[in-house]
């Protein structure tokens, strides 16, 4: 299992019928909550309908400045990659990748 940051919002899917969002910070509840995410388990859960919702979602979690991981088979940050390509969604956003278990390296995508 690899670790998080413990006060980031870190999307861990959006690419199928619900995002998911790893987050142990009590503060960003309301935000999560604000978006219409249900906590449950081990996840802040949102189910996706449409492909507009998907983009809309995208759109609002970048302005709440989550984090989208990194990984193979439509993994967050390469579904918003594709989306900010297309130009449906900002351009700047932030990425998370492992380098290992323990460590893990934000990137800010489109910084000046």
């Not at 998911?20 to 802040?44: A, M, N, T």
Request: with cysteine.
């Amino acid at each position: 299992m690899n670790a998080f940051p413990p006060s980031e919002m870190v999307v861990i899917d959006i690419a199928g019928s619900a995002a998911r969002i790893q987050c142990d910070d009590p503060s960003k509840s309301e935000v999560l909550q604000g978006l219409h995410f249900e906590q449950s388990s081990q996840y802040w859960v949102k189910s996706i309908g449409t492909p507009d919702a998907r983009v809309e979602l995208i759109r609002a979690l970048v302005e709440v400045g989550v984090v989208f991981s990194e990984g193979r088979d439509w993994s967050p940050a390469e579904l918003v990659r594709m989306f900010a390509e297309q130009g449906v969604v900002p351009r700047r956003y932030r990425t998370i990748r492992w380098l290992n278990p323990e460590t893990y390296q934000i990137i800010d995508v489109g910084a000046p």
